[in-house]
């Protein structure tokens, strides 16, 4: 049997948000209000990811959450006229006594990289920061995955965003991860809200099997010990005897994804779906590199493992 991270030991999960705006930068929310928001809808960490804008700070100190230390780098290497091609990238990072290489309030300038290879040392500074980096919006920032698919040390890439759902009409990254993931390159998904406006926030979420801890929830996370949601529940993802299964909360839909055709849909028009299989070795003989499941609702909310790689 083979389970994925996420699923390896039984405990409850941790909700957390990695990408949020405040009116520190350029979110129409503030800090305080917008760790109170996270906290009545259920969140037990939150990284506060103002645009070059370092936190470590709890700004609504009488609150239990943790915040996990962070900031999102931008970098716009294409204009013309109003049109542009950009690289976001969110940073989180441990604390400043575990050696974040990050001051409270430190501020960034915009970075100035034309391509993929001149972005590469701004993320190895970041790295060399020993802050975690999730590459942000694809779609939104017009990169399809040749322009940024040779970068190197990126845990994550945004697979939902609901601040680009919900302004612009792009629902999902995942056909990008799966270029990633068909090439070999083993990057995990998560789903955000990147919120600015107070309607984005507490939209996308992961789940993370871990203490609640900035140091234990960033070792999972790197790990790949947790799924991403805007709705639904998994329970459990693991393939045994060749073939994959999927253990959820009530859904009317389960989507197998794979590095070869065909992948399988397991469809309930009640919505009382709880358990999927897809049998690997039946459809395809030789073995899949990697298989991942996404589970929708009655409501057309999304939730996403992350890969079992096979290979």
């Known amino acids: 049997m083979i389970r994925q991270q996420a699923f390896a030991e039984k405990r409850k999960m941790l909700k957390g948000g990695l990408h949020c705006h405040t009116t520190r930068s350029d979110g129409q929310v503030a800090p305080d209000e917008t760790i109170r928001l996270h906290k009545a809808n ?16 709890n700004f609504a100190p009488e609150v239990e959450i943790t915040i996990i230390p962070g900031m999102e780098y931008d ?28 001051a409270q309030d430190e501020r960034l300038e915009s970075g100035t990289a034309k391509n993929q290879e001149e972005y590469q040392p701004y993320l190895d500074e970041i790295h060399a920061k020993k802050n975690l980096t999730i590459y942000c ?39 990008y991860w799966d270029e990633l993931l068909g090439q070999n390159i083993r990057i995990y998904g998560v789903a955000t809200d990147d919120g600015h406006a107070a309607n984005q926030h507490c939209k996308g979420w992961v789940m993370v099997n871990a203490e609640n801890n ?24 693991y393939v045994e005897d060749g073939v994959a299964h999927v253990e959820c909360s009530e859904a009317c839909k389960v989507r197998f994804h794979a590095d ?34 996404v589970v929708i609702d009655k409501d057309g909310k999304y939730a996403w493992t992350n890969p079992i790689f096979l290979d």
């Not at 259920?42 to 700070?57: V, W």
């Open 42 to 57: 259920g969140y037990d960490f939150l990284a506060l990811t103002d645009h070059r804008f370092y936190n470590y700070q």
């Open 75 to 102: 970098n716009t290497f294409e204009r013309n006229g109003n049109g542009f091609r950009c690289f976001h990238t969110v940073c989180i990072g441990p604390a400043r006594e575990d050696g974040n290489g990050y």
């Open 137 to 175: 919006h694809p779609e939104w920032s017009s990169t399809p995955a040749r322009y940024f698919e040779k970068l190197k040390g990126n845990f994550a890439m945004e697979i939902w965003n609901s601040g680009c759902v919900i302004e612009d009409d792009m629902d999902s990254d995942a056909a």
């Open 214 to 237: 900035v140091a234990s929830i960033l070792k999972a996370l790197e790990e790949g010990k947790f799924y991403s949601s805007c709705g639904p529940e998994i329970y459990d993802f």
């Open 260 to 293: 070869r055709h065909p992948t399988r849909i397991i469809r309930d028009s009640e919505g009382g779906l709880t358990h999927a299989e897809y049998d690997l070795k039946g459809n395809w003989a030789g073995g899949y590199d990697y298989i991942r499941a």
